[in-house]
């Protein structure tokens, strides 16, 4: 079971992070902060190149949080928050991926939960330093903060497609 919730750890925390880091860089196929900053302004996010970058730290350091299962609890919160963001994003595509729809940011929403519901497993930071094993509460904890929050960044940052529109416009 450690051997699966390891591979899984690993898989989802350097895919979330490694999504973080095209957001900000021109590394693993990214278009660096302008590239990012653009694909927030596309999606109707104010803020620029402050949103972007926010946005790929959070996805780095959560994903590298998970990815070592340090401060599990942390990372999964974190990953749920800047996933929940993507969904509400792709969410008029509806689910599946080749649509552009939320099918993905929802499977790495899940298993988020599903690493907080079952611990970082024996061969993590958080089993080394005897901070596991994390109470079940965490797993509810986790889900209220990640979803809440994304949805609170959803709210600040994002333009009403109405008042976006120059004067004039359609």
């Known amino acids: 079971m450690d051997t699966g ?11 979330v992070a490694a999504h973080g880091v095209q957001k900000v860089s021109s590394h693993l196929g990214g278009r660096g902060i302008e590239g990012g900053t653009a694909e927030f302004r596309a999606d109707g996010f104010r803020g620029g190149v402050f949103t972007a970058l926010a946005a790929g730290g959070g996805q780095i350091g959560s994903g590298v949080l998970l ?7 942390l990372g ?12 509400t994003v792709k969410r008029h595509n509806g689910l599946w991926v080749q649509n552009d729809g ?4 929802l499977v790495l929403i899940v298993a988020a939960v599903a690493l907080t519901a079952t611990g970082p497993g024996a061969c993590s930071l958080d089993a080394l330093l005897g ?10 904890l986790v889900l209220l903060v990640g979803v809440g929050s994304g949805l609170l960044a959803r709210l600040v940052l994002h333009r009403d497609p109405v ?7 359609r």
Do not use: D, K, Q
């Open 5 to 15: 919730i390891l591979i899984l750890r690993l898989l989802v925390g350097l895919l």
């Open 67 to 73: 990815a070592a299962g340090f401060l599990t609890p």
């Open 76 to 87: 999964t919160a974190g990953t749920v928050g800047v996933m929940t963001v993507a969904l």
């Open 102 to 105: 939320y099918e993905y940011p």
């Open 131 to 140: 901070l596991t094993p994390y109470p079940l509460w965490w797993t509810a």
């Open 163 to 169: 008042a976006a529109r120059p004067a004039g416009g």
